[in-house]
């Protein structure tokens, strides 16, 4: 087995927690089929009989169709919070850790570098935060912490901009 095999290997065990049986062929966004192709279980299109121009195609296709479904499967789920009974059941700090965790870390099944969508959906989680934790407290905030957090949001605002020039 060689670096590269061996690398891809590591990954897929890092995915394990998407290999479960219930969650493999769970019914969500994802039908199994194509849960296994992004997991690389299976492949994303049929290579027999199939030319190289046609391989490219057959990939630019299920990528496009993958990211279709997932903006659909994100206002979906806006939906369901806006909207949903007993959402805390359903969308919590336990469930959403996978999300976020997924959604700020690299991927592991390419390789990835630093973007600036990400470090602007990185802000974007740290002012909705605060701005939440301030509006649904009861606790007076003093000038000291007030300040704490102005100081925060500009270093999140500072490391947000130090992406748009790499």
């Not at 049929?46 to 496009?64: H, S």
């Not at 479904?69 to 919590?92: P, Y």
């Amino acid at each position: 087995m060689n670096s590269k095999d061996h690398k891809r290997r590591a990954d897929i065990d890092k995915l394990r927690r998407y290999k479960e049986p219930d969650l493999l062929y769970a019914l969500g966004t994802f039908k199994p089929n194509r849960r296994k192709q992004l997991l690389g279980l299976r492949p994303k299109y049929e290579k027999k009989d199939i030319t190289d121009k046609g391989a490219q195609l057959a990939e630019n296709q299920f990528w496009y169709r993958t990211r279709k479904m997932v903006r659909g499967a994100i206002s979906d789920l806006a939906l369901f919070i806006e909207t949903g009974k007993d959402v805390d059941q359903s969308v919590n700090a336990d469930t959403l850790k996978l999300f976020v965790d997924a959604l700020l870390r690299f991927p592991l099944l390419e390789e990835c570098k630093p973007n600036s969508e990400r470090a602007k959906i990185a802000q974007m989680l740290i002012e909705n935060s605060f701005a939440y934790l301030h509006s649904k407290t009861n606790r007076r905030i003093t000038l000291s912490e007030q300040h704490s957090i102005e100081i925060a949001l500009d270093l999140a605002s500072t490391l947000a901009q130090d992406f748009k020039g790499g």
